[in-house]
């Protein structure tokens, strides 16, 4: 069965501190493979999308950056993170006929 | 223009009442269309597919106007338990997933 794992779930970090939410899927391969964000009360804000190994599109200018050095996975990261980094970030794949997230990260900067 | 937008509300509805969205997208070669749900604090999930027939599951009809480009979400006899936000997505070329900003339901006693 296909799965997707997302961790950590809860993350509280110091404001310039490093970042890296690290997203994993099993059972496919070559999955197009997601990551967003959503403010308290928001919608899904698409960071970054990823096609394939190395294959990195992003969506919006920010403080983030993500790779994917293998097939199934899907790495976020920053260098320093800032107040505004706070968020709920969720990893997600999708087939052409359902979209499957993770559990979501809930960041936390202070 | 977004290409995918929805109205994000609040809808405060009664219970029993039955309450629509809609969604409007603006790539006309999309292929696919999805209404999910997310609860607070969690990761969404599918509701149901949205085909050019229309297709019902129990209380929620959803349907899909391709010449008009928009996909909409009726819920008849809300349930309290129909409180959440209820978002809309749309397959593009190669199966990139675009998500409209939610639309938030709340059904009060």
């Known amino acids: 069965s296909q799965t997707i794992h997302q961790w950590p779930a809860t993350l509280v970090q110091p404001v310039g501190s490093p970042l890296s939410l690290e997203c994993t899927v099993e059972?496919?391969?070559?999955?197009?493979l997601y990551w967003y964000r959503q403010a308290a009360g928001r919608g899904l804000q698409l960071l970054f999308y990823?096609?394939?190994?190395?294959?990195i599109s992003s969506e919006v200018p920010q403080n983030l950056s993500a790779s994917r050095p293998q097939d199934r996975q899907f790495i976020l990261s920053s260098k320093k993170l800032l107040l505004s980094d706070s968020g709920f970030y969720l990893c997600?794949?999708?087939?052409?006929?359902?979209?499957?997230f993770g559990q979501g990260t809930r960041l936390t900067v202070v | 223009r977004k290409e995918v937008e929805q109205d994000p509300g609040p809808f405060n509805v009664p219970e029993g009442a039955t309450v629509a969205f809609n969604c409007t997208y603006s790539?006309?070669?999309?292929?696919?269309f999805f209404w999910y749900r997310q609860d607070c604090r969690k990761e969404p999930k599918l509701l149901m597919s949205?085909?050019?027939s229309g297709n019902e599951d129990g209380r929620f009809t959803a349907q899909l106007n391709r010449a008009s480009q928009y996909i909409s979400l009726l819920i008849r006899d809300s349930k309290l338990s129909d409180s959440a936000t209820y978002l809309c997505?749309?397959?593009?070329?190669?199966?990139?997933?675009?998500f409209g900003g939610g639309t938030r339901l709340m059904v009060k006693p």
């Open positions: 990823s096609i394939g190994i190395d294959q």
């Open positions: 997600a794949w999708n087939t052409n006929t359902e979209a499957f």
């Open positions: 949205v085909y050019s």
């Open positions: 997505v749309v397959y593009n070329a190669g199966n990139m997933l675009t």
């Open positions: 059972g496919t391969s070559n999955p197009n």
């Open positions: 790539n006309s070669a999309s292929q696919s």
